[in-house]
């Protein structure tokens, strides 16, 4: 295993492009945890057939999962990525039985608690990774049976203590702000950045991290943007009149909590 393991890890620079199994409720890297090694790993292919083929037996499951085309100046930045969402494992099929890699042996670790706890966070790994877990389960459409209700709101639990002793990044737009913004003086022209659901109501976005709030904002280029890292507890202190509650990382794994929701969860977990 160790002598498959180096060579595969040479190997994986020459590869022209991977493919990697993606769930379709959250658009991010489908992750799972190894019953034996407890590893946070994804599924990472060299043929798409496979990786098709890998995929059907989750299919039966309800678990709906999508092969995506990872090209060769892309693997970098994706390996480096896979940081921020708490992967620390590859399942790699090439040819033959299929390798386990450790992240660390592909990409380099960045100093993630130095990371999540610069002014405006870089990275929330532990959140993102928990918040993934649950919504992949709660998402699937199936009838549960009482354990899986059990396991599910477990997952729920993880997640929601991640929730509150993370710090969100709060945006507003200060574009035609006239000199420098001052957060007491309302009578600048700030804008709260706000998406609509298809019911037409409005929640306002927040991030887990930078990359979080970049991945949202990339067409925004001409924008002024000012961040604020807020606590989960003081979030609802920054909720426009018509905002019915927030939507958690929009671009990511998508979560929306109403203002109702985000009182319970404190509640219930904190």
């Keep these: 295993m160790t002598v498959d393991n180096r060579f595969l890890i040479k190997k994986f620079e020459s590869f022209e492009n991977i493919f ?19 590893d946070d790993q994804i599924y990472v292919f060299t043929d798409e057939a496979r990786t098709k ?9 309800k ?8 090209p060769k100046p892309q693997i970098k930045p994706f390996l480096s990525g896979l940081y921020s969402i708490g992967v620390n494992a590859l399942v790699v099929q090439d ?40 919504l992949q389960e709660l998402r699937r459409p199936v009838e549960r049976t009482p354990e899986e209700k059990k396991q599910l709101r477990a997952l729920e639990e993880e997640m929601a203590v991640n929730l509150m002793k993370s710090r969100f990044i709060v945006a507003v737009d200060v574009t035609d702000v006239e000199g420098e913004w ?30 979080e709030f970049k991945k949202f904002n990339a067409r ?18 920054y909720l426009i009149r018509d905002s019915k509650g927030y939507v958690f990382n ?12 985000l009182e319970q969860m404190k509640k219930n977990y904190a």
């Design 53 to 61: 083929e890998f995929a059907q037996k989750y299919t039966k499951e």
């Design 220 to 237: 925004n280029k001409n924008a002024k943007f000012r961040l604020m890292a807020v606590p989960y507890e003081d979030l609802p202190k």
């Design 182 to 211: 001052n957060p007491k003086d309302r009578n600048q022209k700030v804008k709260i950045p706000f998406v609509k659901n298809k019911e037409g109501n409005i929640f306002q976005p927040c991030y887990s991290d930078l990359g």
């Design 20 to 38: 990697v199994l993606f769930s379709q409720t959250t658009k991010l890297p489908f992750i799972e945890c190894d019953e034996e090694t407890f």
């Design 250 to 261: 929009p671009a990511g794994f998508n979560l929306t909590l109403t203002r109702e929701q």
């Design 95 to 134: 040819e033959g039985a299929p390798v386990r890699v450790e992240l660390e042996q592909l990409a380099p670790k960045p100093d993630l608690e130095a990371m999540k706890a610069e002014p405006v966070p870089k990275l929330n790994p532990e959140l993102q990774l928990t918040a993934l877990y649950f």
């Design 63 to 70: 678990i709906l999962l999508i092969a995506v085309k990872i």
